[in-house]
């Protein structure tokens, strides 16, 4: 007999404290994050050329280029004809973004779509020996670019750490000393965030196309540095 009382007793205290454990259980859930729309940034940007014998010396030599190697010069036509200088190539750029999110970030995969501003490498050119073109120039260069793209997101409520990272891709519009011209491009890249604040690294690979003094193309490979406010 007294051990089924106990059992009785230990039952209806068991089933009292189930409702209590339940909603404490609710009551420390944790707080989802919530969404942002809008991300402004900051941009540093380190520019590297690429295959750049091809595009754009040999579209403004019109013949093929090659490196060439302990002289004075830094290209050559291939039949030693015209020397060819890059006289500079400037890596340092800035740029400023925005990035708005129609649906939201706040966990998982959203749609993203993303304009910039940024400046195009001064770039410019000396030629030398017959049939040679004239100096090359592309100064005060920016470019305004707008893409869209897939951001996937960690992030944590409050002031808690939290992970980003996007894949964009788009077009832009080329604006120079020299003239107008066109491009396309795309980014990948991916970051931190504390609260609205976050720093991301990306690379951006942009084919550029500019119709002075003759139709030419470059392409250029900014590794970029982005401080980042977000709402």
Known sequence: MNIRNLLLASLVVFGCA???AAQEARDYAPSKPRRQFVT??????????????????EDLVGREVA???????????????????????????????VAIYPLGLSVGTT???????????????????????APYELT?????DIGAGLYV???????????????????GRLKSDQGEGSRVFAEGGGGLSVGPF?????VKFAWNKMNEPVEHRFLTVPVTLRGTLSF
């Open 153 to 171: 997101a960690d992030r944590s409520a409050g002031w808690g750490l939290g992970s980003q990272a996007f894949v964009v891709g788009g077009i």
């Open 18 to 20: 189930l409702p209590a």
């Open 67 to 97: 490196a060439a190697q302990l002289e004075d010069y830094d290209y050559r036509t291939r039949d030693e004809q015209i020397r060819i200088d890059v006289v500079e190539f400037r890596k340092r750029n800035r740029a400023a973004s």
């Open 111 to 133: 749609l993203g779509i993303r304009g910039s501003i940024e400046e195009v490498p001064t770039i410019r050119i000396n030629f030398e020996g017959p049939d040679a073109p």
């Open 198 to 202: 976050g720093v991301q690294i990306a």
């Open 40 to 57: 402004v940034s900051i941009d540093w940007l380190n520019t590297q050329r690429l295959h750049f014998a091809s595009h754009p010396l």
């Open 140 to 144: 005060d260069g920016r470019a305004y």
